[in-house]
């Protein structure tokens, strides 16, 4: 008796210390797992859920499929080249105009060289010494323009310069060199191009001293901020300049223009009084128009021009103007554009004004 009731007080305190030895055996049974095949609304549930996950997959698929082959063919166009701009804040507005400068040398068995590049929203390309081409960029005409330059490049010492400008400071640089079909963007812009702001009568020779040169910003390879993947066209060269007309007479006026004015928290369009001075060539005249500024600046200015075929024109407050920008310490200006006129009106009487044809 002793000895039952012995084991029967161990068991009593083994069973206390575990915490199981006075629960039901019933709630120590694990559940049964429910082994029913799926109904038939399972079943369709779970085809339309696979369905689903692999016309997704498909559909991803074919998307990474056709972004690879437009990557490839601008990757063809471009190969490592970025876009640069200025070290800027772009949302100040404030005009740019600098000078983007490589130097470089090329192997003796290149087949050709031909530069690949866009500059927006406007840009000269200069190479050699030599002002090759250029234009103003607009949204319908965003194409890399390509200028076969195998005539004036050489195994050594070869220079590029470009000259790139904006009214609101915005915009983008990229070039490639190709060498042969199959050794393409030899040369690409990148981190490794220098940006010079200040114009130097020798730029097209050499960099300024080292204080003046800066880097790029970055905006990445194609497609990158508002540029899309970008064909590929042969660009016109400059013309070269067989003559220089000089306006028959020159006359300034008052006028205004129109500029976007915040009042009370509210946009509205104003016009502002300014002087102006109109050039006269006496009769339409097709050509490329250079001003000449009449007070070097420390940094970027724009210059108001309008050009037009008749002289109530001069006086329309709301006929288009266009805006050229001025680098720092830049002197003169030659339009990339060949244009039609007879007047040639400039706001604020900035520059001066002659044609070259």
């Known amino acids: 008796m002793t000895a039952f009731m012995s084991v029967d007080s161990t068991s009593g305190v083994a069973g206390r210390e575990s915490g199981v030895g006075d629960k039901p055996a019933s709630l120590l049974r694990l559940p049964t797992p429910d082994l029913r095949l799926p109904t038939t609304p399972d079943r369709l549930l779970i085809r339309r859920l696979l369905i689903l996950a692999a016309a997704v997959f498909i559909g991803v698929a074919a998307y990474s499929r056709l972004d690879l082959l437009y990557s490839h063919k601008f990757f063809d166009n471009t190969g490592r080249a970025q876009w640069i701009w200025p070290v800027h804040r772009m949302a100040d507005g404030d005009p740019v105009a600098f000078f983007a400068t490589y130097d470089f040398d090329l192997p003796p068995n290149r087949n050709f060289t031909r530069i690949k590049m866009l500059g927006d929203p406007e840009y000269t390309l200069y190479f050699n010494g030599v002002a090759v081409g250029g234009r103003r960029v607009g949204d319908g005409n965003q194409a890399l323009d390509t200028y076969d330059v195998s005539n004036l490049a050489h195994d050594h010492g070869n220079r590029m310069v470009v000259v790139v400008r904006s009214a609101n400071g915005v915009g983008g640089l990229i070039a490639a060199v190709d060498l042969t079909r199959e050794f393409a963007n030899f040369i690409v812009t990148g981190s490794d191009w220098h940006i010079v702001q200040w114009w130097h009568d020798d730029l097209l020779v050499r960099d300024p001293p080292a204080g003046e040169i800066g880097r790029p910003q970055l905006f990445g390879r194609p497609p990158a901020r508002r540029w899309n993947y970008l064909t590929q066209k042969d660009a016109a060269f400059f013309a070269p300049t067989k003559q220089v007309i000089s306006a028959r007479q020159s ?31 006496g009769t339409t005249t097709s050509g490329r128009v250079r001003l000449t500024i009449r007070k070097v600046e420390n940094g970027p200015r724009n210059v108001t021009v309008r050009f ?7 006086f329309t407050v709301d006929e288009p103007v266009e ?33 070259l044809q």
Do not use: C, H, W
């Open 251 to 281: 006359f300034d006026f008052e006028t205004a223009l129109p500029e976007i004015a915040v009042i009370g928290g509210t946009a509205v369009m104003v016009s502002r009084k300014t002087a102006a001075t109109a050039y006269d060539f």
């Open 308 to 314: 037009a075929y008749e002289r109530a024109q001069l």
């Open 323 to 355: 805006q050229f920008v001025f680098a720092a310490g830049e002197r003169t200006l030659l339009d990339e554009e060949i244009r039609n006129f007879r007047y040639v009106t400039v706001y604020g009487s900035a520059a001066t004004v002659d044609v």
